[in-house]
């Protein structure tokens, strides 16, 4: 599956080159006496530049997904599953389980930075908002509650490349947010209280 992710990324890339590359050099060709087929030409390169912007963005995830798994480095009790299907349908990036039986359900992103937002009473509301101070979009959380309320398991949300390590627990939802490189996130885990089913009963959050 990871092969055929990097081909499918890899062709895509090169298809994108070759429309650019192709575009640009036939427009300056015909240029000077054929304006408006140089012109097709240049908008075929913008085709080609899509479609790396396109490849990319699909890629990318992946790629932090793949360089987070081979930096985890906890336990060997432990188990780690990648890219686990659920029973309701969908996928659960990471799925670590401790040699307690406790179990979290891991998604990795990109962002630098999040915070959770408050009502004026200072009470968790189950919103993450960005660094800009605005709700993340698209919103990871649905997806990852859906994920841990499908295996029962504690919903993680994994930030590699923050700058600055702290966590984040929101109790409305029992989500842990880890900011920081592996060791946070093993820490983390560590000290997370196992699952049980009031942590999805009434209003917990799982939406």
Avoid: C
């Avoid at 054929?34 to 085709?47: C, D, R």
């Avoid at 698209?138 to 990852?144: A, F, G, I, T, V």
């Amino acid at each position: 599956m990871r092969n055929s992710g990097f081909t499918s990324w890899l062709a895509r890339i090169l298809g994108g080159l070759v429309l650019v590359f192709g575009g640009v050099q036939t427009a300056w060709i015909f240029w000077s006496d054929w304006k408006n087929f140089a012109l097709g030409s240049l908008a075929v390169a913008a085709v080609g530049v899509a479609v790396m912007f396109h490849a990319e963005a699909r890629e990318r995830p992946r790629r932090l997904l793949r360089r987070a798994h081979q930096s985890l480095g906890l336990p060997s009790q432990w188990s780690v599953e990648v890219d686990r299907a659920l029973p309701e349908g969908g996928n659960a990036p990471l799925v670590v389980t401790r040699s307690d039986a406790a179990r979290f359900v891991i998604d990795v992103r990109d962002y630098k930075e999040v915070s959770s937002r408050k009502t004026i009473g200072g009470k968790d509301e189950g919103v993450l908002l960005g660094a800009n101070g605005k709700s993340l979009t698209p919103d990871p959380l649905p997806k990852l509650r859906h994920a841990a309320r499908s295996l029962e398991a504690i919903p993680v949300l994994w930030l590699p490349e923050a700058p600055s390590p702290r966590n984040i627990r929101m109790p409305s939802s029992n989500l842990i947010v880890v900011m920081g490189a592996a060791r946070h996130l093993k820490h983390a885990l560590l000290g997370a209280e196992a699952f049980t089913a009031s942590t999805v009963s009434g209003n917990s959050g799982y939406a």
